[in-house]
């Protein structure tokens, strides 16, 4: 049964990355849109245009930067868990074998 869990887990993967990504992806599509709605109303080639299109990358990769961040700090609890688990189960069978050699 642990081992269904573990394999759901891993396609599922972080949720907390996931809905990020996708926040980030539609946060980029908005920026978009209303770039060429800006850019439809006060022409392509003028300043406003490319004033639109500056702040639209420094929006974008800001959100982007934000997006890494929150999904390496996600990733964090569940390294941590692993340590430990992995920590605790070395030590156990570390007092098995000690035991093992007592009994003989």
Do not use: C, W
């Not at 920026?31 to 004033?51: C, P």
């Not at 997006?67 to 340590?83: A, Q, R």
């Amino acid at each position: 049964m642990s081992n269904d869990k573990n394999e759901r887990n891993k396609k599922d993967d972080n949720l907390i990355k996931k809905t990020s990504k996708e926040v980030n992806d539609l946060f980029g599509h908005t920026v978009d849109t209303s770039g060429k709605i800006i850019k439809s109303i006060s022409g392509e080639g003028g300043l406003v245009g490319k004033a639109t299109d500056a702040s639209g990358k420094i929006l974008k990769g800001t959100a982007g930067k934000a997006n890494d961040i929150i999904g390496k700090t996600s990733e964090v609890p569940g390294k941590l868990y692993k340590s430990t688990t992995d920590h605790g189960n070395k030590k156990d069978k570390n007092k098995k074998n000690y035991n093992d050699e007592q009994d003989r």
